[in-house]
């Protein structure tokens, strides 16, 4: 089956940096791949979608790139804000619809 | 906007009970799905429905079952409430775009 890999639980950056998180993805060819935005205690927010041919998706401050040689996909966040904190989850589309998750990256953007 | 709305963010149950989770959503999605998300697990799909009146399993359907009479409801039902079904369960409805819109979520304990 389909085994999904987030880099680390945890990234801690300065405000203003990018933060890199990292998806990368076995057993499968995801036709997409997208990314979402969970809060404490909240459901996940739909953040952005990067089909297979793809390589590059922009949303503002949003960066994610899809290779899928590597079977990987990268999202940046540029000029971090402590707004920007919260855990981020990537997600493959499986067929008929269903998505499968990751365990989720939790960034903490200091002042 | 997408709603999509729970209908309790924290429930207390005692062991054997039987437990109604409800989910709503307001934009006449046909595709709704019940997850259940633990720590470093990630999101775990339970059911999954197209149609009404139609169900699918997901990875971990054991100790549940669900009910989808009205397109825009999706309830999951506990038949007997046991403590490791102590979790955050998160309900989510698509239509064909793939993209999945999240409920608030409903912290159930149970004792």
């Known amino acids: 089956s389909q085994k999904i890999e987030q880099n680390s639980e945890a990234l801690n950056i300065q405000e203003g940096k990018t933060a890199t998180l990292t998806c990368n993805y076995t057993?499968?060819?995801?036709?997409?791949l997208q990314w979402y935005r969970q809060d404490p205690g909240r459901g996940p927010v739909f953040l952005l979608l990067?089909?297979?041919?793809?390589k590059e998706k922009r949303k503002e401050r949003l960066k994610v790139t899809f290779d899928t040689t590597l079977k990987q996909s990268l999202f940046h966040i540029t000029a971090s804000q402590p707004a920007d904190s919260a855990t981020y989850l990537c997600?493959?589309?499986?067929?008929?619809?269903?998505?499968?998750f990751g365990a989720g990256t939790t960034v903490t953007v200091r002042a | 906007d997408v709603k999509v709305t729970q209908s309790s963010r924290y429930l207390v149950k005692r062991t054997g009970e039987k437990v109604f989770l409800e989910c709503v959503q307001d934009?006449?999605?046909?595709?709704m799905f019940w997850y259940r998300q633990d720590p470093g697990l990630g999101l775990r799909l339970i059911y999954f429905?197209?149609?009404?009146?139609?169900?699918e399993k997901g990875d971990i359907p054991e100790g549940y079952s669900v009910s989808r009479e009205k397109k825009e409801r999706f309830s999951l039902i506990l038949e007997s409430a046991s403590t490791n079904q102590t979790s955050m369960y998160l309900c989510?409805?698509?239509?064909?775009?793939?993209?999945?819109?999240f409920g608030p979520g409903t912290r159930l304990t149970v004792l």
């Open positions: 429905s197209y149609d009404v009146k139609m169900k």
């Open positions: 934009m006449d999605h046909e595709n």
């Open positions: 997600a493959l589309d499986l067929n008929d619809y269903k998505l499968s």
């Open positions: 989510a409805s698509s239509s064909h775009t793939d993209t999945q819109y």
């Open positions: 057993n499968y060819s995801p036709a997409y």
């Open positions: 990067i089909r297979e041919n793809e």
